[in-house]
């Protein structure tokens, strides 16, 4: 089995670059977002789970989950979302246990709720990225989210305290993407190190 790192970090934080990066260096890497869409596909457990939750009319005509509904009615509602997330959790971490089974190496999980969803257990090392709120509103807003909706999510994801105090390495990128490319790079050379064989 792969050696297994959970990264994570909240909106705009950067944790997407590090991950394009952990890529590049030849490490497995899975966005969480993407399980999730093949969970939602037309006959996947994930498309079960939320019919089963919020019925027929979160669904497409062809039977695949439909996000923008989905996400316009747990975004509303705090309860929503946490039944779903109890729901579709395990069948992420099913997936990605298997992929990790499978891959040699490192095999790298990006999730922005990582920790709070309770996958700590499952890795090797937690890995947060982190910035201050204004830095992640700001390039949220830069990146095309309207303020509200900026600040509903980040609102949405808390504080991050409980993700840093589970995490084993802190990136900060509260400065430029030589900073970040730097810290990345040492992480890097550490995962090479804890994956060589004994």
């Known amino acids: 089995m792969a050696y297994r790192v959970g990264l994570t970090g909240g909106l705009a934080s950067g944790k997407s670059t590090v991950a394009h990066w952990l ?4 490490f497995t890497v899975v966005d969480a977002d993407r399980l999730v869409a093949e ?21 497409t005509p062809v039977g695949a989950v439909d996000h923008v509904r989905l996400g ?28 990790a089974r499978r891959a040699a190496g490192v095999a790298v999980l990006e999730a922005t709720l990582l920790v709070e969803a309770g996958y700590a257990p499952d890795f090797d090392l937690i890995v947060t990225v982190e910035a201050s709120a204004d830095v992640r509103r700001q390039r949220a807003v830069e990146r095309g989210l309207q303020p509200e909706q900026a600040e509903a999510r980040l609102l949405a994801q808390g504080d991050g305290a409980r993700r840093r105090q589970a995490s084993q390495l802190v990136i ?20 090479r190190q804890a994956a060589r064989p004994a």
């Open 72 to 99: 316009g009615l747990v975004f509303a509602d705090p309860e929503a979302r946490r039944r779903l997330e109890a729901a579709i959790h395990p069948l992420v971490r099913q997936r990605f246990a298997e992929i």
């Open 39 to 59: 969970l939602y596909r037309p006959g996947e457990p994930g498309t079960a789970a939320v019919r089963q939750l919020f019925g027929q009319g979160v669904l």
């Open 172 to 191: 900060t990128n509260d400065g430029d993407l030589a900073a970040l490319r730097a810290q990345t790079d040492g992480l890097i050379e550490h995962l």
């Open 23 to 26: 890529a590049e260096a030849g």
